[in-house]
């Protein structure tokens, strides 16, 4: 069936760098996407969305990108911080299956001081 | 509550004994989910509640799971005649309005609770 995944599924860079975690989805339908933090031990923390009419959006130290042509969902974090190690999920809601959100598999962020 | 409350926090049972979880969404939240997370997993969509609308079961993997949501609140997930492969953490979510047709619908979700079946 169609699903969302990761294509990282451990990611570790430098305190100060910055962080890119990919997301591929396979739903054409697809029209809302969000990605979710989780610290261990928590539950998962929303951290910015797009739609499906938009290729990017940024918030505070992050920013999201979406390739609808090769369906590809990105998620930068800016000068990446120990506070960001977490396991990072993508998510996707498409209007042909129902109203729930779909998660990818998660990248877990290590971020080395 | 401020979050979402979700209880008991950790649970150990017996392979065949029958579990209740429990959560108390946000106040206001119409929208309701539970999802199941296996150690170092995704999750996995179980089931969700909308205003008084029928449920959506189609994630439950089986008959022995079952969920309901009392005066459009407090929602109570049932598994009878656990097995071990029911181990996991149960998260639920609560939502202010429901994903539907172009409308955002951020979930704020729980601590889980972390079901171990020996």
């Known amino acids: 069936g169609e699903n969302v995944g990761l294509h990282l599924p451990t990611l570790s860079v430098q305190e100060g760098d910055n962080s890119i975690i990919n997301c591929a989805y396979s739903?054409?339908?697809?029209?809302?996407f969000i990605w979710y933090k989780q610290e261990s031990g928590k539950g998962p923390q929303f951290i910015i969305d797009i739609r499906s009419n938009m290729d990017k959006r940024q918030g505070q130290r992050v920013t999201v990108l979406l390739n609808k042509t090769v369906k590809h969902l990105s998620l930068q974090i800016a000068a990446t911080q120990p506070g960001d190690s977490a396991v990072y999920f993508c998510?996707?809601?498409?209007?042909?299956?129902?109203?729930?959100?779909?998660f990818g598999g998660g990248t877990r962020l290590m971020v080395k001081p | 509550g401020a979050g979402v409350s979700q209880s008991p926090s950790n649970k150990v049972t017996e392979k065949g004994k029958d579990v209740e979880l429990r959560c108390d969404p946000i106040?206001?939240?119409?929208?309701l989910y539970w999802y199941r997370q296996s150690l170092g997993q995704g999750l996995e969509f179980l089931i969700y509640?909308?205003?008084?609308?029928?449920?959506?079961k189609s994630g439950l993997p089986s008959d022995r799971f079952s969920a309901e949501r009392t005066g459009g609140s407090v929602s109570t997930l049932t598994i009878q005649r656990t097995q071990q492969e029911d181990s996991a953490v149960y998260l639920c979510?609560?939502?202010?309005?429901?994903?539907?047709?172009?409308?955002?619908?951020?979930?704020?979700f729980g601590e889980g609770s972390r079901l171990t079946v020996l």
């Open positions: 106040s206001g939240h119409t929208a």
């Open positions: 509640f909308q205003g008084n609308s029928a449920p959506d």
């Open positions: 998510a996707e809601k498409s209007n042909n299956a129902g109203n729930m959100l779909t």
């Open positions: 739903n054409s339908a697809s029209d809302y």
């Open positions: 979510a609560s939502s202010l309005v429901l994903l539907a047709g172009g409308d955002t619908g951020e979930l704020f």
